[in-house]
């Protein structure tokens, strides 16, 4: 069955604005939030491979050296669908967008 990988992405602004908020606000969304990832994620426990994680800030490698950099991702994770459409609906009602402030989750298949 083909695998897909999904990026969550949030924009840095959606972060810092969260971010703002009361302590007492923040851990009530993380409250509601957490509880609706791992209900998300047992409903679709047959179509992940690979929980992943979230991720911190980026260090970039080029030909010119090593630097930070910014970048939307947030967090990872593997499927696997018949389709990207498939894997793609998986993610409808994610609380990645539902309740935390993610922008959206990009849905990329490995081609290898």
Not at 1 to 21: E, G, I, N, Q, W
Not at 46 to 69: C, P, Y
Not at 79 to 88: L, W
């Amino acid at each position: 069955m083909p695998r897909f990988l999904a990026v969550y992405t949030m924009k840095p602004k959606d972060l810092a604005s969260f971010r703002r908020l009361p302590k007492a606000e923040q851990d009530a969304i993380d409250a509601v939030g957490i509880e609706q990832w791992a209900a998300w994620e047992n409903r679709n426990a047959a179509s992940i491979l690979d929980r992943g994680g979230m991720v911190g800030k980026t260090t970039r490698v080029t030909k010119d050296g090593v630097a930070n950099a910014v970048n939307p991702f947030c967090g990872y994770l593997v499927v696997e669908a018949e389709t990207i459409d498939a894997a793609a609906r998986l993610f409808k009602d994610h609380p990645h967008i539902t309740v935390f402030p993610g922008d959206g989750v990009d849905i990329m298949p490995f081609l290898t």
